[in-house]
């Protein structure tokens, strides 16, 4: 981790998440409770390595079904903004089901674009 902060000059959260906002977009954040349409690019940690199960364009889900390192990321952005994460393993699946294919225990980088919002109308979370 302190390797790829060093190669890409990333910013560092208090929960450990390395991001780097690419372009930051206009208007409100998305919040918990709403939905978001977001496209992600997923690679290992050498940055070559494609993870297509990770990745997707035009994705619709709710903040907060997302992986912590994703909610916390996507959450820095405002509409048309564009992040790149490298989000280490407490922050994706720790201990649980990784998904097929993918290492366990490896930091993931994320390329993620916040295309849409979709607020939470009913003030329920």
Do not use: C, Y
């Not at 050498?46 to 990321?73: F, H």
């Not at 952005?77 to 989000?87: A, E, K, Q, S």
């Amino acid at each position: 981790m302190t390797s790829a902060k060093a190669g890409f000059s990333l910013q560092q959260s208090s929960s450990g998440l390395l991001f780097e906002i690419i372009q930051q977009g206009s208007g409100p954040r998305p919040r918990p409770q709403d939905t978001v349409v977001i496209t992600l690019k997923a690679t290992a940690p050498d940055g070559k390595t494609a993870l297509p199960q990770l990745s997707g364009k035009n994705v619709r889900v709710k903040v907060t079904d997302l992986i912590p390192g994703l909610l916390e990321g996507v959450q820095m952005l405002t509409l048309g903004g564009h992040i790149v994460l490298v989000i280490p393993p407490s922050l994706s699946f720790a201990n649980g089901d990784w998904p097929s294919g993918v290492d366990r225990n490896i930091p993931l980088l994320f390329e993620v674009a916040l295309d849409d919002i979709i607020p939470n109308e009913s003030g329920h979370p």
